[in-house]
T-cell receptor, first 113, second 113 residues
């Protein structure tokens, strides 16, 4: 069966520090991968998606970036965090042949202080 | 105007009540309609999905889609305290490489024992 792992679960970082959140998927190949951010009362906002290794599309201009160095690995990064980057970050994957089959990770709660 | 509108609640009901959760949308191109349940500090989990218009039932849960009114609903019968969570509607318009998932803001439900 397929599983998605996301870490860390909680992170407190000072303003201006770098960020690296990692997500891996097991039990599947060639998944579509997604990074979402959830702010209180604002639903889930799509940040990045990837349809293959090295292929990244950005939905929202910001100081975050994403990379996909391996087929089942998706990384969210920042060189310098802002207070406004605080939020709940969720990684998700879906099989290419199933449009509705999104599965989410357990999330990372990031607090920038 | 947001593509998907959802009343944030909170909605508080007594145990055993029938719960009705709703979303409206503006884009007639949406074809898949999903309901996710999200417990506090966890990732969303897919409850039900419907393709195009119609009803779908799964145990105590019933999802309805009315594309003519651009309105979707989730009904929970015999609600339980364990149903207390945030319920997110989500929609997909097919086409392109991503079939992006667009979320409502979520409705916080509390079922009182």
């Amino acid at each position: 069966s397929q599983t998605i792992h996301q870490w860390p679960a909680t992170l407190v970082q000072p303003v201006g520090s770098p960020l690296s959140l990692e997500c891996t998927v097991e039990g599947t190949s060639n998944p579509n991968l997604y990074w979402y951010r959830q702010a209180a009362g604002r639903g889930l906002q799509l940040l990045f998606y990837s349809v293959g290794i090295g292929q990244i599309s950005s939905e929202v201009p910001q100081n975050l970036s994403a990379s996909r160095p391996q087929d089942r690995q998706f990384i969210l990064s920042s060189k310098k965090l802002l207070l406004s980057d605080s939020g709940f970050y969720l990684c998700a994957w879906r099989p290419r042949e199933r449009s509705y089959g999104y599965t989410f990770g357990s999330g990372t709660r990031l607090t920038v202080v | 105007q947001k593509e998907v509108e959802q009343d944030p609640g909170p909605l508080s009901v007594p145990e055993g009540a029938i719960v009705s959760l709703n979303c409206t949308y503006s884009n007639s191109a949406f074809q898949y309609f999903m309901w996710y349940r999200q417990y506090s500090r966890k990732g969303p989990e897919l409850l039900m999905y419907t393709y195009s218009s119609g009803n779908k039932e799964d145990g105590r849960f019933t999802a309805q889609v009315d594309k003519s009114s651009k309105y979707i609903s989730l009904f929970i019968r015999d609600s339980q305290p364990s149903d207390s969570a945030t319920y997110l509607c989500a929609m997909i318009k097919l086409g392109g490489a991503t079939n992006k998932l667009i979320f409502g803001t979520g409705t916080l439900l509390a079922v009182q024992p």
